[in-house]
């Protein structure tokens, strides 16, 4: 047993609102609509969550390419299944924001002003994380600002596709080269010098190959997302321009057909 000078010197432990600073975190959800309206609660509750599952699958996303450097393949895969739940829960959540209907939104829609989804640069971050990079984002964020900087940095790095294509070559298969060293700061595009590479990937290594079909669920994941949000806009707003100076549902649609994993599709014929 231990001495009683001993226990009163042992550090006391958070509580559980102290931990998780709910106090702080409950302080943040601030309508700005007279009364205030009763659905704007809804509609920021429901995208400071948005916020906080994009912070959480970026750094799911940067310990995957850890394990995949460190050819952790098991690993990998079961963190790559926690980020396919995570896309499903942020698609399940649309449901919950379509219970407003489009006159409850346009009650408080005017105090949105300039504000608008499109600018969330932790979404733009997620983006050039999967390989759909576009330097000119950058210019949406001012110079030296925290968002910058991270985008910037975002951009320079490798995306998870260059990861992964390393973990290929270490695990045996025959990458080519320019694959392998091209310019990490562009998009990720189709290779059809990769996809004979692919191709002995799926027909000769199967546990290689599962990994691969994890990449394509969550291309198709976040593809579900994306759609899902264009017809909520669309139930929602219609047809009228977005917050922020957007085109809302038309600039949404131009974004659904664009996979992050083009050569994983395109190999689908050839199989």
């Known amino acids: 047993m231990r001495p009683h000078s001993e226990l009163a010197i042992l550090p006391l432990m958070p509580s559980y609102p102290e931990y998780l600073k709910v106090d702080d975190l409950l302080a943040l959800q601030r309508p700005l609509s007279e009364g205030p309206e009763h659905d704007e609660m809804l509609f ?7 916020e906080l599952w994009f912070k959480q699958v970026l750094h799911e996303l940067d310990y995957l390419e850890g394990l995949l450097a460190r050819n952790d393949g098991p690993r990998a895969g079961h963190t790559l299944k926690r980020v396919l739940t995570i896309l499903k829960v942020m698609v399940a959540q649309l449901d919950i ?11 408080f829609r005017d105090r949105l ?23 000119r984002v950058l210019t949406r964020y001012p110079a030296e600002s925290a968002a910058r900087r991270n985008l910037e940095r975002r951009l320079a790095a490798g995306t998870l596709w260059d990861a992964f294509l390393r973990f290929l070559a270490a695990n045996g298969i025959d990458v080519p080269k320019a694959d392998l060293e091209r310019d990490v700061t562009r998009r990720v595009e189709s290779s059809a010098e990769l996809r004979p590479a692919l191709v002995e990937v799926y027909r000769h290594h199967p546990s290689l190959a599962d990994l691969c079909e994890r990449l394509v669920d969550l291309d198709e994941g976040l593809m579900e997302w994306r759609y899902r949000h264009v017809k909520m806009v669309q139930r929602t707003i219609g047809t009228r321009r977005g917050t922020g100076g957007s085109t809302g549902a038309e600039y949404l649609m131009s974004t659904l057909d664009q996979p992050v994993f083009p050569d994983l599709w395109a190999i689908r014929t050839e199989l």
Do not use: C
């Not at 504000?115 to 576009?134: C, V």
């Open 44 to 50: 920021i509750v429901i995208h400071q969550v948005y």
């Open 97 to 107: 924001l379509e219970t407003m209907t489009p006159l409850e939104f346009l009650s």
């Open 113 to 135: 002003e300039a504000g608008s989804g499109f600018q969330s640069h932790q979404f733009r971050e997620l983006e050039f994380a999967l390989g759909l990079k576009d330097a």
